[in-house]
């Protein structure tokens, strides 16, 4: 069992940049892929990005070049640096955690622990 608290959300213009932060308590931090996910109002959840706990990191096509994600075992805190945001990237961020395994998982149902998320507002 993981326990996931995001923070760092809030109204940030277009361009501007937030950085959200994820830290779990519980079961070893080391045993889990963390991902990020969004949902914006009246759509689904959507995969943002994922560290694995080999160290590799992957996001969605839409926010290449402009997200990185990163992970403290110390603090047991995984991040997420956004730039450049966009107004249509407003939307509550999740965290999410999962067992480890061999494969990136990227759907909502892969992940077994979620935060209760963040809200982030891109204003025009």
């Known amino acids: 069992q993981v326990h996931l608290v995001e923070s760092g959300g809030g109204l940030v213009q277009t361009g501007g940049s937030l950085k959200l932060s994820c830290t779990a308590s519980g079961r070893t931090f080391s045993s889990y892929d963390m991902g990020w996910f969004r949902q914006a109002p009246g759509k689904e959840r959507e995969f943002v990005a994922a560290f694995r706990w080999s160290g590799r990191s992957y996001f969605a096509d839409s926010v290449k070049g402009r997200f990185t994600i990163s992970r403290d075992y110390a603090l047991n805190t995984v991040y997420l640096q956004m730039n450049s945001l966009k107004p249509e990237e407003t939307a509550v961020y999740y965290c999410?955690?999962?067992?480890?395994?061999?494969?990136?998982?990227?759907?909502?149902?892969?992940?077994?622990?979620w935060g209760r998320g963040t809200q982030v507002t891109v204003s025009s």
């Open positions: 999410a955690a999962r067992i480890k395994d061999d494969l990136l998982r990227t759907r909502e149902y892969e992940y077994s622990y």
